[in-house]
């Protein structure tokens, strides 16, 4: 049964964003299917706000004073998952708000192999096409077939995947207009998925082991330059454990910042500037944000 649409005014996104830090959204819409967000959009008018797309708030920054947009929350009610045909020719259909790791879970479930890595992944469907989410050498957009999308009046559209320009944690359309990822088709190997189940077992044991998973933070910081690590560029400059208030650079995992009590979205998005700053100083090297920012200063 699919949940109940609800519009709010004022969505405090601290609460909606894996940091737990940052300012307040105008209004919120969290819709009942993809059928109902269609309609949502057709029939409101929010010509005067942007729209923005908010699964799981992983790799997402909303400043302190807060962001003048209808943000969309995808997690609960876009949550179609099913697998069409079977063998070789099986698509696995996931709407945006889908976990990955459910995703990956499923996979294996119905004895495919090539999913395992999203169990690493912690997003949702619709956040990694939008930047092509990865982890362990492997891509989201490697195993996508066609995607579905929605614009911002409402229209649903199907597009294959050579209308977009891939590459590494970028997605860029070669159409015009502004269109939002509301589901993809993926397809994955069939094989053993006893095995498949075993690797993701083994993935997130690797996660917990390196990862500091036990307070807030929005996964991979920055992007790997060509050649070498963000988190050992930061390590190498000593910049492990550099803090700005409660935001703190994790001992654990270099490319990690966590809050580590009640940093505001400011504390982070400086301790980012910082790290950036010192690598670049010190290496040469200008680290790409992975994370995005939005909103307003205070």
């Avoid at 797309?53 to 876009?78: I, P």
């Amino acid at each position: 049964m699919n949940p109940q649409a609800t519009l709010l005014e004022n969505v405090p996104m601290s609460r909606q964003t894996a940091w737990r830090a940052g300012g307040v959204a105008r209004f919120g819409y969290a819709p009942s299917s993809e059928e109902d967000l269609s309609l949502f959009l057709a029939r409101h008018s929010f010509s005067d706000l942007p729209v923005v797309f908010v699964g799981l708030g992983s790799n997402l920054l909303v400043r302190d004073g807060g962001l003048a947009a209808l943000v969309v929350f995808t997690h609960r009610g876009l949550s179609k998952l099913s697998i069409l045909g079977h063998g070789v020719d099986a698509l696995f259909y996931a709407s945006s708000g889908v976990a990955l790791p459910k995703l990956a879970r499923f996979s294996a479930n119905m004895g495919y192999e090539g999913a395992e890595f999203m169990a690493g992944i912690p997003g949702s469907v619709g956040g990694a096409l939008a930047m092509n989410a990865g982890c362990y050498g492997s891509e989201v957009w490697d195993c996508v077939q066609r995607v579905r999308t929605i614009t911002a009046n409402g229209e649903i559209k199907e597009r294959p995947v050579s209308d977009y320009l891939v590459g590494y944690r970028e997605v860029s359309p070669k159409h015009e207009g502004k269109e939002f990822f509301i589901g993809a088709w993926f397809g994955f190997v069939a094989g053993d998925g006893q095995k498949s189940r075993a690797r993701i077992s083994e993935l997130l044991k690797r996660r917990v082991r390196e990862q500091p998973l036990s307070k807030p933070n929005s996964g991979s910081v920055f992007r790997n330059p060509d050649g070498d690590f963000a988190a050992r560029l930061i390590e190498s400059n000593g910049l492990k454990g550099r803090s700005n208030g409660p935001a703190v650079v994790s001992d654990k995992h270099a490319n990690f910042i966590i809050n580590n009590g009640d940093a505001t979205a400011k504390n982070i998005e400086d301790l980012i500037a910082e790290v950036q700053s010192e690598v670049e100083c010190k290496s040469g090297i200008r680290l790409k944000r992975e994370v995005h920012i939005v909103g307003d200063h205070l």
